[in-house]
Nanobody, 115 residues
Framework: QVQLVESGGGLVQPGGSLRLSCAASRSIFSIYTMRWYRQAPGKQREFVAILTRNGLKNYADFVKARFTVPRDNAKNMVYLQMNSLKPEDTGVYYC?????????WGQGTQVIVSS
């Protein structure tokens, strides 16, 4: 069993930055693939970024060159560093750990990009 807890959301102006955190209950990054998703009001949840067990990263086209997914193995933390935020980045952001059909989700953290 894995527990994930996101934090770091809040209100930010367009063009600003936020760093979201996803804390895992134990050391999992060498075993599980980590993903970030988001869900805007009235829309389906969508993929944002992936960080594989081997450290490979990939991003949805709409966040490339703006978001990154660093991690801290010692702290069992993965982050979503978000720069140049836009109003359309508003939503609830979730992290997920998965492998071989097994998956765990965090509870989400709200991000609002507005002036």
């Amino acid at each position: 069993q894995v527990q994930l807890v996101e934090s770091g959301g809040g209100l930010v102006q367009p063009g600003g930055s936020l760093r979201l955190s996803c804390a895992a209950s134990r050391s999992i990054f060498s075993i599980y693939t980590m993903r970030w998703y988001r869900q805007a009001p009235g829309k389906q949840r969508e993929f944002v970024a992936i960080l594989t067990r081997n450290g490979l990263k990939n991003y949805a086209d709409f966040v490339k060159a703006r978001f990154t997914v660093p991690r801290d193995n010692a702290k069992n933390m993965v982050y979503l560093q978000m720069n140049s935020l836009k109003p359309e980045d508003t939503g609830v952001y979730y992290c997920k750990a998965d492998r071989d059909g097994e998956e765990y989700w965090g509870q989400g953290t709200q991000v609002i990009v507005s002036s």
